[in-house]
């Protein structure tokens, strides 16, 4: 069974705040896929990043970027140079590689104040 | 390249009616998966479907069923509505399976009373 933990329920930053985002996952699985995705007040789910169980690498994109360790079974998103307009739901999921669905954490509401 | 759509946005039923909701994929994905989010949770899987045949099952009763068309559009059913059906129903296209980026739709956001 997938299991994913957002432990941070809000977050709330003053603009230009770096923020980082939890993601625990439990998973017996060898091979599988961690997701971030973010939902801002429209409701559309949006994705940003899909990472493999055998990257370990650490990826930067503008100022998105994602930490994974697979020895803590950790996914952390940081924003760098927060903004308002990144005031959403963040919400980590993991797939297994044969699985067929996104086993969704409860997310983590991040507000932005200027 | 267009993206994940639904219809309808807002949708008001009654407990114990029966509602369908549409769904069509991005161009070229040949998966739909159905999620419905709670309130302040995270997105539950329904279920997927690939060409046209039910690929997985989440935990939810067989009142909730579905059809996927040879475009790859989908339709997600419900029977019998109840209280607890009151939802953002979102709709995700893919390429094949959950190991996949899915693509997801603005949702439906349904209210049963």
């Known amino acids: 069974a997938q299991k994913v933990t957002q432990a941070q329920t809000e977050i709330s930053v003053v603009e230009k705040e770096d923020v980082t985002l939890d993601c625990v996952y439990e998973?017996?699985?060898?091979?599988?896929?961690l997701f971030w995705y973010k939902q801002p007040p429209s409701g559309e789910l949006v994705f940003l990043i899909r990472r493999n169980s055998f990257d370990e690498q650490n990826e930067i994109s503008g100022r998105y970027s994602w930490n994974f360790q697979k020895s803590t079974s950790s996914f952390n998103f940081t924003i760098t140079a927060s903004q308002v307009v990144d005031s959403a739901v963040y919400f980590c999921?993991?797939?297994?590689?044969?699985?067929?669905?996104?086993?969704f954490g409860a997310g983590t509401t991040v507000t932005v104040r200027a | 390249e267009t993206g994940v759509t639904q219809s309808p946005t807002h949708l008001i039923k009654t407990r114990g009616q029966q509602v369908t909701l549409r769904c069509s994929s991005q161009?070229?994905?040949?998966?739909v998966s159905w999620y419905q989010q709670a309130l302040g949770q995270g997105p539950q899987f329904i279920f997927q479907?690939?060409?046209?045949?039910?690929?997985g099952r989440g935990n939810f009763p067989p009142r909730f069923s579905g059809l996927q068309f040879p475009n790859y559009s989908s339709e997600l059913n419900v029977n019998a509505l109840e209280l607890d059906d009151s939802a953002l129903y979102l709709c995700?296209?893919?390429?094949?399976?959950?190991?996949?980026?899915?693509?997801f739709g603005p949702g439906t956001r349904l209210t049963v009373t």
């Open positions: 479907y690939y060409r046209e045949e039910e690929n």
């Open positions: 999921a993991l797939s297994a590689s044969y699985d067929y669905k996104l086993s």
């Open positions: 998973t017996r699985d060898t091979t599988y896929y």
């Open positions: 161009s070229g994905h040949n998966t």
């Open positions: 995700a296209s893919s390429l094949q399976g959950g190991s996949y980026e899915q693509y």
